[in-house]
């Protein structure tokens, strides 16, 4: 059992199908809302370890999907930057253990750090809105 701080977008049906396999693995949970969030860049930058700035982004984010924000051509501190004034362009969850702090939500990768319900595998895509492909996307709620 672990105690998980998750930044979730609240509401977000992806980021509650995540935290009940959490809650269901025997994890403490404390729930923090990803968009109001006081980040800095010192705050935020652990959670993508040695990922390429590309997966930092939540490509599922109004910015990104219009081709306002594009991830390939941004530097760590322009991203880092652009996620802080606009926290819907970080992908979701963020999450930290004690001193390790993970983005996103593959369901093996969790599994072998901290455990999830080995008896109930999950075959869903749990990082991609499902709201994604309509043209009205979900309502940002703070």
């Known amino acids: 059992m672990a105690n998980v701080t998750f930044y979730e977008k609240p509401g977000c049906k992806n980021n509650t199908k995540q935290k009940n396999l959490l809650i269901a693995a025997g994890h403490n949970l404390e729930a923090k809302s990803l968009l109001t ?14 990922l390429p700035v590309s997966l930092w982004f939540n490509k599922s984010a109004p910015r990104i999907k219009s081709g306002e924000v594009i991830p390939d051509s941004l530097s760590e501190e322009k991203a880092l930057e652009l996620m802080i004034a606009d926290p819907l362009l970080i992908r979701r969850p963020l999450i930290q253990v004690e001193a390790v702090y993970r983005v996103g939500f ?29 043209s009205k996307p ?5």
């Open 37 to 50: 969030e006081p980040w800095t860049a010192e705050k935020l930058r652990p959670f993508f370890g040695d």
């Open 106 to 134: 593959d369901p093996e990768t969790i599994d072998a750090w901290i455990g999830l319900n080995p008896e109930n595998p999950i075959t869903d895509d749990l990082e991609t809105c499902p709201r994604s492909h309509e």
């Open 138 to 142: 979900c309502a940002t709620v703070q």
